[in-house]
T-cell receptor, first 111, second 114 residues
């Protein structure tokens, strides 16, 4: 059974600081996704990582994938209040046509 | 912005009522999904579909049912709503291909059962 674990689940940090969210998964996967969810809203796709060593960046967010370690990271550089949200990683199980989500990391950035 | 729609956005209903949550997408995606999510919590897959006339139960046991008669439409029905069904329901779809593509999410339906 595929397990997707995010760490930490809650994070409160000050503006201007850097931090990393980790996503570990337990079996081979084709793709890894990062989503953002604002309170009371739906999920918004941030990144799709397709291969080992993939790195994608958008603004202050950078995601990377290490398929050998079964680990993805979402790095936040010089955080700003607008990045406060819950971030989910999700792992593709191609043979099942399903995506398994982690529990989410609730990020609160203090002004 | 993804073209996936859910109605109603908010619904407050009494116990025992039958309700249908609508989900439509105009992207021609073959795969569609229903998730249940309590506020601030993880997503639970309750139903999914590979295409027309295909439906599967997800990882979370649910008293709801779904149908997929048309590619673009994937409604979810609760025959008899209960307070335990109070939650947010998110519909998603993804494109063709051997591997699951990025899922695009609808805005969600927030259901309250009194």
């Amino acid at each position: 059974e595929l397990k997707v674990e995010q760490n930490p689940l809650f994070l409160s940090m000050q503006e201007g600081k850097n931090y990393t969210i980790y996503c570990n998964y337990s079996t081979t996967s084709d793709r890894l996704y990062w989503y953002r969810q604002d309170p009371g809203k739906s999920l918004e796709s941030l990144f799709v990582l397709l291969s080992n060593g993939a790195v994608k960046q958008e603004g202050r967010l950078m995601a990377s994938l290490d398929t050998k370690a079964r680990l993805s990271t979402l790095h936040i550089t010089a955080a700003v209040h607008d990045l406060s949200a819950t971030y989910f990683c999700a792992v593709d199980i191609a043979r099942d046509d399903k995506i398994i989500f982690g529990k989410g990391t609730r990020l609160h950035i203090l002004p | 912005e993804a073209d996936i729609y859910q109605t109603p956005r908010y619904l407050v209903i009494g116990t025992g009522k039958k309700i249908t949550l609508e989900c439509s997408q105009t992207m021609g995606h073959d795969k569609m999904y229903w998730y249940q999510q309590d506020p601030g919590m993880e997503l639970h897959l309750i139903h999914y579909s590979y295409g027309v006339n295909s439906t599967e139960k997800g990882d979370l046991s649910s008293e709801s049912t779904v149908s997929r008669i048309r590619t673009e439409h994937f409604p979810l029905t609760l025959e008899s709503a209960r307070p335990s069904h109070t939650s947010q329901y998110l519909c998603a779809s993804s494109g063709p291909g051997q591997s699951t593509d990025t899922q695009y999410f609808g805005p969600g339906t927030r259901l309250t059962v009194l």
